[in-house]
């Protein structure tokens, strides 16, 4: 998969623009680049909004195992402006405020269901942002959280190894196949 089509799959899946993707597309070579950008704690962070949002299961790994906090870190840092670079790192902040005010504990320190909860909270804020916002305005900081973490996830080989169904070599052309409800989708 190049690219080009990650970012169309991932994009179609959110049903808009990945935040910084035509920075990606241009091969990351962004203004914005800086280093130390993220702590150590910071990729914990992420691993554990990746995990909340793509958890393992008996039958695939989890975003955990795919290191989804290190792809976050290498596209924020390589491919975001410093505006979106300020906007999610200042969103790990926010989400370790919300989660000490509503659980008196910061995100990795709650337990799943909470975490969930409050995903499920900051994703339907994010929606809601999202559909008063001018073009011009940033995009908000858990909708780059959770776009990077299902991206990365399915281009990793796991994920599209595990949790898609994939073919290194396809046979011939199939146009219409039949769905049985439960089939995993296919990577491409």
Same mark, same amino acid.
């Given at each position: ?17 990945? +935040? &910084? ?8 070579? #962004? !203004? /914005?680049? %800086? @280093? ?12 554990? +909004? &990746? ?8 039958? #695939? !790994? /989890?975003? %955990? @195992? ?123």
């Amino acid at each position: 998969m190049n690219r080009r089509e990650a970012l169309s799959a991932v994009g179609v899946l959110f049903g808009t623009a990945i +935040i &910084g993707g035509d920075v990606f597309l241009s091969g990351c070579k #962004s !203004p /914005g680049k %800086r @280093s130390g950008l993220f702590s150590d704690k910071d990729i914990l962070f992420l691993d554990e +909004i &990746g995990e909340t949002i793509m958890p393992e299961t008996k039958n #695939s !790994p /989890g975003a %955990r @195992s795919v290191k989804i906090g290190e792809f976050m870190k290498k596209i924020v840092t390589d491919c975001y402006t410093e505006k979106d670079q300020k906007i999610f790192t200042d969103g790990i902040n926010k989400v370790n405020e919300r989660s000490k005010k509503q659980y008196n504990e910061i995100f990795t320190g709650i337990g799943a269901e909470q975490k969930l909860a409050l995903l499920n909270q900051l994703d339907k804020e994010a929606n809601d942002y999202a559909k008063h916002k001018k073009k011009e305005e940033p995009g908000h900081y858990f909708t780059m959280m959770k776009q990077l973490s299902v991206w990365g996830y399915f281009s990793s080989e796991q994920g599209a190894t595990k949790a898609l169904r994939y073919l290194a070599i396809p046979g011939r052309y199939q146009g219409v196949i039949d769905y049985k409800k439960g089939d995993k989708a296919w990577a491409t």
